[in-house]
């Protein structure tokens, strides 16, 4: 494609560098209006400068795309309301060996996570989990940041849905979930593995701590605050307190009857026996007379005196046996019952339409589909789950494919791979190489879905003039070399500022990931994982 008339291209390119600065800076100080609107502003500019025409801006935004991230977004809350990211967080610390399987499960637990729910939700959602883990170690919880954003950015690589980037790549690329899943996963197996390895060796005298050195009043990470997180996809960072279902249903039963301590007292208690019930009854009695004439004067022992040990005993458990087999009792456990009915069926359409997108479905009405069968299932008004979408995200998409579009139709994306095609073939191991490096600084300049945007196309066109095999490999490197660029830098992917945010604002254990300390690891990282997924990919 040749270059547009100069006015063209000047107009095109000024609306697109604002589009660029306000996506990678959105808080610039002379405009901050944040990436949502700055995508908007750019797509306005293209139509006003005339180098796109409204219905050619119309035309530019790519629906199918827009409707797999709603479905999937739409998915995600029902599985968080399913206690699916509950689960997650216990993983971490179930029966952890010491800091180095704490790390590798970290990065296992969050590639896997991050390929089905996409890398910004799973750092959301695990962070203060890696945070409160590395404190009951008593360790400094950098290593495990490190771990769980690259590794997330590793593991969304593998699917369509695990980032936006992907689902620009297999919806324009027509690749199926199966053939993209097939063709990725062993490298994204391969990277995560050699990730944690750098990540050992980087931090080995952080992660050798022994357990008598760990600080002997360090909390436990209790079941409270496991579930004392929610996934937001409409704020991505903010978290609200909740309480499991179950728990919500126990309590709401018994709160008439005693305070929560109690509950929490009697319910690793087992029930007693109507024998032991009325002796131990028959005790508090006697001890209570006791007390009571104690008061008048009479002569007790110190036994009688203070019986205090037993009467929470006497009083509560009765009471726990008689709520339980209670009216309010049998609701308790109709409650639960269809609460993990429920639970049930969210894993099942999810399992689903996974197994759907494998079998070649088209990926975005099988995950409306899912959706909205999700919504129909749940028996209540759609509208506090939908709220929860980021339509923001979807915005911000509609106004990039606008902006994208409009700096094509300049001619110079064009015009620079015209200069770059003969070196960047991907039937030589040399083209492969300085194609990478290319999309490499591309992604951390301009972020990987506009590089994406920007040079799919066109390295798709290349690779097609070779063999149609080359067409399909060309797709899968530019999805595993944008994604895994991510890695170079704290700015190179979403995922790792919200780890970043996330830590920075954590209440009581606060963590500070400076741009350095990620660039130390993520640099040399980012060139490993890179070189070895590119002999993987197939």
């Not at 495990?144 to 849905?161: E, K, M, R, W």
Request: include cysteine; glycine fraction near 6%; charged fraction near 15%.
């Amino acid at each position: 494609m040749a270059l547009a008339p100069i006015s063209k291209v000047v107009l095109g390119s000024i609306a697109f560098v604002i589009f660029w600065v306000l996506a990678v800076f959105p808080a610039v100080p002379f405009l901050p209006i944040g990436r949502t609107a700055g995508s908007l502003l750019g797509a306005m500019l293209m139509v006003i400068f005339q180098v796109l025409s409204p219905d050619q801006a119309y035309d530019a935004i790519d629906l199918p795309i827009l409707g797999l991230l709603f479905g999937t977004m739409v998915v995600t809350v029902f599985l968080e309301k399913a206690n699916i990211f509950t689960y997650l967080g216990k993983l971490l610390s179930w029966k952890t060996r010491g800091a180095k399987d704490l790390l590798c499960r970290i990065c296992l637990i969050s590639a896997i996570s991050s390929a089905f729910f996409t890398n910004d939700t799973s750092c959301v959602v695990l962070t203060e989990f890696v945070l409160k883990i590395a404190r009951q170690h008593n360790l400094p919880p950098y290593p495990f940041l490190l771990a769980l954003a690259s590794s997330a950015n590793i593991g969304s690589s593998a699917t369509p849905i695990g980032n936006p980037q992907n689902l620009v790549i297999a919806i324009q690329g027509k690749i199926s979930f199966g053939k993209f899943l097939t063709g990725i996963l062993p490298a994204m197996l391969v990277g995560v593995a050699v990730n944690a390895l750098l990540l050992i060796i980087m931090y080995w005298k952080v992660l050798s701590i022994q357990k008598d050195e760990e600080n002997p009043v360090s909390e436990v990470v209790a079941e409270e605050e496991v579930n004392s997180h929610v996934f937001s996809p409409a704020t991505m960072s903010r978290f609200t307190s909740f309480n499991s279902q179950d728990y919500n249903c126990y309590q709401d039963s018994t709160t008439s009857i005693q305070n929560s301590s109690q509950v929490h007292a009697l319910r690793n208690q087992s029930v007693p026996s109507v024998s032991e019930v009325q002796m131990i009854l028959s005790r508090t009695k006697d001890s209570t007379t006791n007390s009571n004439a104690s008061k008048e004067g009479t002569n007790n022992t110190k036994e009688d005196i203070n019986p205090t040990r037993i009467v929470p005993i006497a009083v509560d458990i009765p009471i726990e046996a008689h709520v339980m087999h209670s009216s309010e009792g049998k609701e308790y456990m109709s409650r639960k019952w269809k609460g993990v009915l429920w639970k049930s069926c969210v894993y099942v359409i999810t399992l689903l339409m996974l197994i759907a997108m494998l079998f070649g479905l088209n990926m975005a009405w099988t995950a409306i589909a899912a959706a909205i069968t999700l919504m129909v299932l749940d028996f209540k008004d759609a509208s506090p789950c939908l709220e929860k979408v980021s339509y923001s995200l979807l915005i911000f998409f509609c106004g990039m494919f606008i902006t994208i579009d409009g700096f094509k139709n300049t001619g110079i994306p064009s015009a620079l791979w015209n200069l770059m095609e003969p070196f960047s073939r991907v039937d030589h191991a040399s083209g492969i190489a300085i194609l990478a490096i290319v999309i490499l600084v591309l992604s951390n300049l301009a972020s990987n879905v506009p590089t994406v945007l920007l040079l799919g196309g066109r390295v798709a066109a290349s690779a097609a003039a070779i063999s149609k095999e080359d067409e399909k490999r060309a797709w899968l490197i530019l999805a595993w070399v944008s994604t895994i660029a991510g890695n170079l830098s704290l700015l190179g992917s979403a995922a790792n500022l919200i780890v970043c945010e996330q830590a920075r604002r954590a209440p009581n254990h606060g963590c500070t990931l400076t741009f350095w300390t990620h660039l130390k690891f993520g640099l040399p990282s980012t060139l490993i994982v890179t070189a070895i997924g590119l002999t993987l990919i197939r």
